[in-house]
């Protein structure tokens, strides 16, 4: 998972790009990067880390343009350890282009082949991105023809790319002397926002962003998602131009950025994060009061941040006293996003401590969003018993997670999910529970889509059905063995 934003400014961008990636920093802390467009020279900087320890004065007065994009980066596909691996993507030819994408291609090695032997194109890193932006450059190349740069001429590549590529993907990308071009897989698999605002006498300035309320801190007003297939196009004077480059688009948002990845101001795909996450814990308590023996809880307890709606909800629908047992250090990075798994069970008590006043005697349900390796599970559990926690009931405001997530969500491998292979028991006793309960996969996608007018959820690592329909039991035995989280 990435954040992505790009912005066409009449006015110096650097700052506004920065702003930008601060607020989207909950969606990727292993490297950043920030590209700006001064007439036909682009600028370019990257860097390891966050946003705030990426760039000094002397880079941002180095970013130069009022047309710009930035990325920040969680791996999930290459090497989280090497700056050249980091976004944003450039190839000179044709035009020059620089380009951030979030999400995962899942025809990696067909890709690879296709750009060596037919496109010529050699690739310098493992990244899919970079592959992204050479089969961009390769199908603007096919389409130009001969003839001057036209926003046509982006929204043809782009139809021929939804032909080759497979897999998720929101991309952004900077075409020198021409603008912005931004696009979406065609099931809309991976967020992408459109805002404008007025700029006096100038005209319009225009933002595609992963998340809404980087419009909203921003000043923009929110004009609509970019519908999955679409192709927008902003010209360097302000002027949008959109067309539909898929044959078959149909929107399946993934379903765990609601359960987890996007922050709770967001909306996304016009449902709101904040709702959502309610709703997920009116479904939970209700299945909460079948299984568990609610008249011995004494208390509910969240899983610091995104957890907090959820619980809230569970406690009142169960009318149990909701209290704050954790105490989160909010300058410790998300732990499911963390490089490795040695480093997310160190820093789980890095991030989280649990004060005994709330624990002693007590019998306690914890709410947490989701339940992935068990790691942080199983700490948490650990750290309510050493406080003094009578008993703990764990529970999940998502499905168990039992299948690999292929499209941008740092889960490759089969093997690290606690639920892969265990029933809820075994995985109580794997976590030190005395009692657990997960959200039903029904009342997960009702709660997520309630009241808007999405039909379908990516579901695919609670469920093991792939929407794009090429993922085969082949294609995750090869990523299993090629990649780890």
Not at 287 to 308: E, F, G, L, Q
Request: charged share 25%.
């Amino acid at each position: 998972m990435c954040g992505i934003v790009g912005i066409v400014s009449s006015s110096p961008v650097n700052q506004q790009v920065y702003d930008a990636l601060a607020l989207l920093q909950h969606r990727g802390q292993d490297s950043t990067g920030i590209a700006t467009s001064d007439e036909h020279t682009l600028h370019i900087r990257k860097s390891r880390g966050q946003v705030r320890e990426g760039y000094r004065t002397r880079d941002m007065r180095t970013l130069q343009g009022t047309i710009g994009l930035g990325h920040v980066r969680y791996a999930t596909r290459g090497n989280a350890k090497k700056e050249q691996e980091a976004q944003p993507f450039y190839v000179n030819a044709p035009y020059g282009i620089v380009l951030v994408h979030n999400g995962n291609l899942t025809n990696t090695r067909e890709l690879t082949t296709e750009l060596a032997e037919k496109d010529r194109r050699h690739l310098n890193t493992t990244s899919d991105t970079e592959m992204l932006v050479n089969v961009l450059a390769s199908e603007l190349q096919s389409a130009e023809s001969g003839t001057s740069f036209t926003p046509d001429t982006a929204f043809d590549a782009v139809t021929s790319l939804h032909r080759r590529v497979e897999g998720s993907y929101a991309a952004i990308a900077v075409i020198a002397g021409q603008g912005v071009l931004a696009f979406r897989d065609p099931f809309g698999i991976r967020p992408l926002i459109l805002g404008r605002r007025q700029a006096g006498l100038v005209g319009d300035e225009w933002i595609v962003a992963s998340e809404s309320l980087v419009l909203e801190a921003s000043g923009y007003e929110i004009v609509r998602d970019v519908e999955p297939g679409e192709a927008i196009f902003i010209s360097r004077d302000g002027t949008l131009h959109q067309k539909q480059c898929a044959e078959n688009p149909r929107l399946v948002p993934c379903s765990f950025e609601y359960v987890y990845l996007a922050r709770p101001d967001s909306i996304m795909n016009g449902i709101s994060v904040y709702e959502a996450r309610l709703r997920l814990g009116d479904k939970l308590a209700d299945t909460i009061a079948r299984y568990a023996p609610t008249d011995n809880i004494d208390v509910v307890m969240p899983i610091p941040d995104s957890a907090r709606p959820a619980a809230m909800q569970v406690a009142r629908k169960l009318g149990i006293e909701y209290r704050e047992g954790f105490y989160k250090n909010k300058y410790v990075g998300r732990t499911f996003i963390m490089p490795g798994q040695a480093q997310r069970t160190k820093s789980v008590r890095q991030k989280l401590n649990a004060m005994s006043s709330e624990f002693a005697g007590k019998n306690v349900l914890i709410v947490d969003d989701s339940i992935v390796r068990g790691t942080t599970s199983r700490e948490i559990v650990e750290m309510a018993r050493e406080a003094g926690a009578k008993t703990v009931t764990f529970t999940s405001a998502a499905p168990p997670v039992r299948f690999p997530h292929v499209y941008g969500i740092n889960m490759p491998n089969k093997g690290e999910l606690v639920a892969a292979g265990r029933t809820i028991p075994e995985i109580a006793r794997e976590i030190g529970a005395d009692h657990l309960i997960y959200q039903e996969v029904d009342d997960m996608k009702e709660a997520i889509i309630q009241g808007s007018t999405v039909t379908d959820l990516d579901m695919s690592c609670f469920t093991g059905e792939y929407v794009t329909g090429t993922v085969s039991d082949e294609y995750l035995s090869w990523v299993e063995t090629h990649q780890s989280s």
